[in-house]
């Protein structure tokens, strides 16, 4: 296939949403009722969330970094706590925790992968005091090991909230990731597995977290808006405010995409592992780059390579211009917020703190991998990729 790379027509992107006529009627009808803000759509996307994931709860927010932040608020986190989080992840995961004026304690990755080790974990319950919750991310879309994770945390009584941003749909035999600890947050943002174009998820067992949640979400009023409006009673005005809350509500305009997008739900996923099975089949033999984890429980949000270290002639920052100049979006997942100058001044920290966040991150480039992606483009980009690489093979490593 021969690609124009000048024309912008010609390049895919790193990421699209997957929106068809259901959305925009969705939106339509909303806007034909007059009612644009929190109201009866935004409560029957979170039932049917709810439903579909299996918890007792689940409250819509306006971003999955506002779901965090309420989890994080409502559990009564204090100043000066420490939560147990992963330098390898997007800056949401930890930026939360400083908003309440605690500190993120940061433990690396497992050994070979992308997630928080279970072990470090366990260490630092052992070791470290003040530690209020534990706040694993899935990175990519592939379950953090929840067992291990659990087992320390209940033994200590701390919760675990899931940062399950990038995994919905994950199944196991648990159920959902996200609802496998205290509390679960998953975002819409425009490239996630379903989107909202910006809102989260939080989703809980727990009937008294949820209540605080729903209150904390909107300013700390005790009643939500639409009650307010729509009740006829006497003293329908009446509200009161219990705390200094948030605007953290998602609008129904909003919720309205979300509705149908969870319907397409198992639809995308198929997508999107079929995708990451042909990218996985066609990159196996290649020695040069390693294949992320394929367990068969994946949300499969990200397809993250990773070139082996020595294996080419050419960085991996050059792998990655080579390939967007021939056409392919491609992103980088994570820089580790240890590297980034706010933790590091903040903290001290040093890029060899965290040797397997940072190990990853010099090697890692993230591929396309969305339902829209046309089979000509899966081809496309599994050749150039092949093709980039065997181009600047190291030989002398291969001897
Ligand atoms: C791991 C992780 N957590 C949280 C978030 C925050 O999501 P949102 O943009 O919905 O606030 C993101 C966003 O990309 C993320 O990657």
């Known amino acids: ?145 929840m067992d291990a994770i659990i087992d320390s945390s209940s033994r200590r009584n701390v919760p675990v909230i899931e940062d399950a941003a990038h995994a919905f749909p994950v199944n196991t035999d648990r159920g959902y990731a996200g609802t496998l600890g205290t509390a679960g947050v998953f ?52 509200y009161d405010v219990v705390d200094a809350g948030y605007k953290y509500n998602m609008p129904d305009l909003l919720a309205a995409v979300g509705r149908e997008q969870l319907k397409k739900a198992d639809l995308f996923l198929a997508k999107r592992t079929k995708i990451a099975h042909r990218y996985i089949d066609a990159f196996q033999n290649l020695d040069f780059l390693k294949l992320p984890c394929n367990t068969p429980n994946h949300a499969w949000h990200l397809f993250i390579l990773r070139i082996v270290p020595d294996s080419l002639t050419i960085s991996r920052d050059e792998y990655i211009r080579l390939l967007v100049k021939r056409g392919i979006g491609i992103s980088v997942h994570f820089k580790p917020l240890h590297l980034m100058t706010y933790y590091k001044k903040l903290y001290g920290l040093k890029p060899e703190d965290f040797p397997r966040a940072l190990a990853s991150f010099e090697c890692c480039f993230s591929l396309p991998i969305y339902p829209g992606l046309t089979e000509s483009s899966i081809q496309y980009i599994i050749d150039q990729v092949t093709a980039v690489g065997k181009e600047h093979y190291n030989t002398i490593h291969a001897e």
């Open 1 to 145: 296939m021969n690609r124009n790379t000048n024309n912008p027509d010609d390049f895919i992107p790193f990421a699209l949403p997957c929106l068809g006529p259901e959305e925009e009627r969705a939106v339509i009808n909303v806007l034909r009722t007059g009612w644009l803000t929190t109201g009866t759509v935004a409560g029957s996307f979170e039932r049917a969330f709810a439903e579909r994931i299996g918890t007792a709860k689940a409250l819509a927010t306006s971003s999955a970094t506002a779901g965090l932040h309420l989890v994080l608020k409502a559990l009564g986190i204090p100043r000066g706590a420490r939560v147990i989080t992963c330098p390898f992840t997007f800056a949401a995961s930890a930026e939360v925790i400083r908003y309440l004026g605690a500190h993120p304690y940061f433990v690396d990755c497992e050994p070979d992968g992308f997630n928080i080790d279970p072990g470090g974990i366990e260490k630092a319950l052992l070791e470290k005091r003040n530690i209020k919750a534990v706040l694993p991310v899935h990175i990519g879309g592939e379950l953090c090991r």
């Open 187 to 238: 975002s819409f943002y425009a490239t996630k597995t379903i989107t909202t174009g910006e809102g989260g998820m939080v989703v809980t067992n727990d009937p008294e977290l949820a209540d605080s949640i729903s209150v904390l979400r909107l300013h700390g009023i005790d009643r939500v808006i639409w009650d307010r409006y729509r009740s006829y009673s006497y003293n329908s005005w009446e």
